[in-house]
């Protein structure tokens, strides 16, 4: 997975684009953060406002991809 990312990223460059699916994915992921960290997940072990703001949720989310 690295070595895909690490080619389809120009030298230098700052960002990276997404095809419409890895964008999907990642939406939905964010989403799952945001109610696991911020919502609660009892069946995890995880109370509400493990993370306080969703905001931060979403920027663990993009941290864990």
Same mark, same amino acid.
């Given at each position: 997975? *690295?070595d @895909?990312? @690490?080619?389809s990223v !120009?030298q230098g460059? !700052? #960002?990276? &684009?997404y095809f419409?699916a890895?964008?999907y $994915?990642?939406? &939905?992921?964010r #989403?799952?953060?945001v &109610? *696991?960290?911020?919502d609660? $997940?009892?069946? *995890? @072990?995880?109370? =509400?406002?493990?993370? @306080?703001?969703?905001e !931060? =949720?979403r &920027?663990?989310a993009d941290f =864990?991809?």
């Amino acid at each position: 997975m *690295r070595d @895909d990312l @690490d080619k389809s990223v !120009e030298q230098g460059a !700052e #960002t990276v &684009q997404y095809f419409a699916a890895e964008v999907y $994915a990642h939406q &939905q992921v964010r #989403t799952v953060y945001v &109610q *696991r960290y911020h919502d609660g $997940a009892l069946d *995890r @072990d995880v109370p =509400a406002n493990f993370i @306080d703001f969703e905001e !931060e =949720a979403r &920027q663990f989310a993009d941290f =864990a991809l």
